[in-house]
């Protein structure tokens, strides 16, 4: 099958889907795969000012990127178009009805969120807001929202939360980002924040989770039980 946009040409065009739409379908390109199930789904497509595509969707519908799989109920998917270098269009998957966000491999999670998921596809930066659950290996975390990505986009989000704390803190924050290598991906969990792990629980209002190394930065106030296990004689 053939990407759409060699199926719809145009300027500006229109696309009403109530079957199997693939934004398109070719892995070894590691293109976007927009999937709405048979009879459940509306898609409404139209050309952008830069040559992409752009599209809402009312129905049950995922969109599967690499390792990531988001899906929901009624959301927006835009693609840009083959030639991106004068495009502004981004690679962008949005979900406002049951949103669910799922990572595969070895940083392998599960993200839902009460109001909305909404993913950079291109970056891998993420937003996540109206009450949020995250499953990854043995750690549940809810919160109320989140932004994610990788080291280098959120270390100056991370920063500047910490800049007017006392040097010694910032300190130790930065020796905290220093640990991380660039290929790690953070997120900055906030509000409300119950955090369960093996090792821990955790209760306080800001959370840095390194998901690939297992590490976690706790800022402000916060309560903390270590799970310790007796060895028996």
């Not at 109206?130 to 989140?146: C, E, H, M, V, Y």
């Not at 660039?182 to 369960?196: C, H």
Request: charged letters at 25%; hydrophobic letters at 40%.
């Amino acid at each position: 099958m053939r990407p759409i946009r060699r199926l719809l040409p145009g300027c500006l065009l229109a696309l009403i889907a109530v079957s199997y739409m693939a934004a398109s379908v070719s892995a070894k390109e590691d293109r976007a795969l927009l999937v709405c199930t048979p009879d459940k789904c509306v898609s409404s497509w139209t050309r952008t000012s830069d040559g992409g595509l752009s599209a809402e969707i009312i129905g049950d519908f995922r969109v599967d990127y690499k390792e990531y799989t988001i899906s929901g109920k009624q959301g927006l998917f835009s693609q840009p178009p083959q030639d991106k270098s004068q495009s502004t269009t981004k690679l962008r998957a949005v979900v406002t009805v049951d949103p669910r966000l799922a990572q595969s491999g070895d940083d392998a999670f599960e993200l839902t969120a009460g109001d909305r998921i909404e993913i950079d596809l291109d970056d891998e930066q993420i937003t996540a807001t109206g009450g949020i659950r995250i499953n990854a290996k043995d750690t549940l975390i809810t919160a109320q929202q989140l932004v994610g990505g990788p080291l280098a986009n959120m270390r100056p989000i991370i920063e500047r939360i910490c800049e007017a704390m006392q040097e010694r803190i910032v300190l130790l924050v930065r020796q905290w980002l220093d640990g991380a290598d660039t290929s790690d991906r953070l997120m900055l969990i906030e509000g409300d924040v119950n955090a369960v792990d093996p090792g821990f629980t955790f209760r306080g209002q800001q959370l840095v989770a390194n998901l690939t190394s297992e590490s976690y930065l706790f800022i402000g106030p916060h309560t903390m039980e270590m799970n310790v296990e007796e060895e028996e004689d």
